[in-house]
């Protein structure tokens, strides 16, 4: 059974215990679609921005399990925050112009997010920080990095 737009292949689970996950080419096409419409158009209403979100933010979890998540600042922003002040005619200002852009690129980008069946063996490594900030002075702060692995330490 597969999620609605998107695609997996079981073909490696038992030979290298990965399985590939990846966006529908239809969604993609949707997606980077309803992007240069809205760059041909300069505009951006709440709810076009709300449509790029949902899909953005989707492609985003299928292909990198929401480790990044680009782009989406200027629409969250035309979503929640510019309908108070609307600009004329719900134009394009430079910040969601520059996300647009990027979600276009993301939508007809062709990857595949691999995923292991097993969790990692090794240990993970460890880290520390610790940082203070007092009204009359800079702040100061540290971060120690240890890989058990090698014991190699950094900070």
Request: proline share 7%.
């Amino acid at each position: 059974q597969q999620f609605l737009g998107t695609g997996h292949d079981l073909t490696l689970a038992l030979t290298q215990g990965t399985i590939a996950y990846w966006v529908k080419p239809e969604t993609k096409a949707k997606g980077s679609a309803l992007c240069q419409e809205l760059l041909d158009l300069k505009q951006c209403t709440p709810a076009q921005a709300s449509k790029v979100l949902g899909l953005g933010g989707f492609c985003y979890e299928i292909e990198w399990g929401r480790v990044g998540r680009g782009g989406l600042g200027a629409l969250w922003q035309r979503l929640h925050h510019d309908t108070v002040h609307p600009t004329p005619r719900w134009a394009l200002h430079s910040a969601l112009v520059q996300s647009l852009d990027h979600l276009l690129h993301v939508f007809l980008d062709d990857r595949q997010r691999v995923v292991p069946l097993q969790p990692d063996a090794r240990p993970p490594l460890l880290v520390a920080s610790d940082a203070q900030a007092e009204p009359a002075q800079q702040p100061t702060g540290d971060v120690l990095v240890w890989d058990p692995l090698t014991d190699a330490r950094s900070g």
